[in-house]
């Protein structure tokens, strides 16, 4: 989500590295990641590096009961994700979505999320 990171990257990956590009959709001031008017120019800006590939993007919704706003969140991930794919890219071929968590990973499933990240559903299952 930030320049000094891809040149980090850059610098110490011994080969290509997969990166999925943070997004700040619901533009929460808690929450960390580009703008929605910053990602594209900023995957154009990591064609420079060799070692990155972006293979998609992630977000995180609020966290809210509120599933119409959730849902809302999760789409314009998808379609800015649709958006990065028709520029073609080489070096982001931008095929993934990371999104949802335990309390709202339904909701991005039906929404086109390839990842989830599910943590506090699993403490105390085994």
């Given amino acids: ?70 849902r809302t969140v999760f789409r314009e991930l998808r379609m800015l994700r649709d958006e990065i794919q028709s520029l073609k890219l080489a070096h982001a071929p931008c095929e993934h979505l990371s999104m949802g968590m335990s309390n709202d990973y339904m909701l991005a499933i039906e929404e086109g999320a390839t990842f989830i990240r599910i943590g506090s559903s699993l403490v105390g299952t085994m």
């Fill in 1 to 70: 989500d930030r320049p000094s990171l891809a040149k980090e990257i850059e610098k110490r990956a011994a080969k290509q590295v997969k990166c999925f590009v943070q997004v700040n959709v619901s533009e929460e001031e808690t929450k960390h990641g580009l703008s929605k008017t910053e990602v594209i120019p900023f995957i154009e800006s990591l064609e420079q590096y060799q070692k990155i590939e972006v293979v998609g993007l992630m977000t995180m919704a609020p966290h809210t009961d509120d599933e119409r706003l959730i």
